[in-house]
């Protein structure tokens, strides 16, 4: 299982709007978790410095679902010392998957 760490400064959803384009949601999703993923399971640690904009997170972990479909949920565990940051990554993937019924 490969552990990635998010930004500590993670931005905004799309690289086209995030100054520098690397901090958005868009880019750590297709950059660095759809990538690990490709190779097995990941664990993905959530403990930035000044949290986790909302938009970021639904665009990493919504968008998982959306480009790798449900059975993503089941590849990936997630971690934090924020538990409400934790909980938020799960409830996006989930209701991303009910939302794709």
């Not at 750590?28 to 986790?52: H, S």
């Not at 480009?67 to 538990?83: E, M």
Request: with cysteine.
């Amino acid at each position: 299982m490969q552990i990635i760490n998010i930004p500590q400064l993670p931005s905004g959803r799309f690289r086209v709007n995030c100054s520098p384009p690397e901090s958005s949601g868009e880019a750590f999703r297709d950059g660095i978790l759809i990538p690990a993923l490709e190779k097995g399971e990941v664990l993905v640690n959530i403990n930035p410095k000044y949290g986790m904009p909302v938009s970021w997170a639904e665009e990493v972990f919504g968008g998982l679902v959306r480009k790798l479909g449900a059975d993503v949920v089941d590849r990936i565990q997630i971690i934090s010392t924020y538990k409400d940051c934790a909980n938020e990554a799960l409830n996006f993937m989930h209701e991303q998957v009910e939302r794709d019924g």
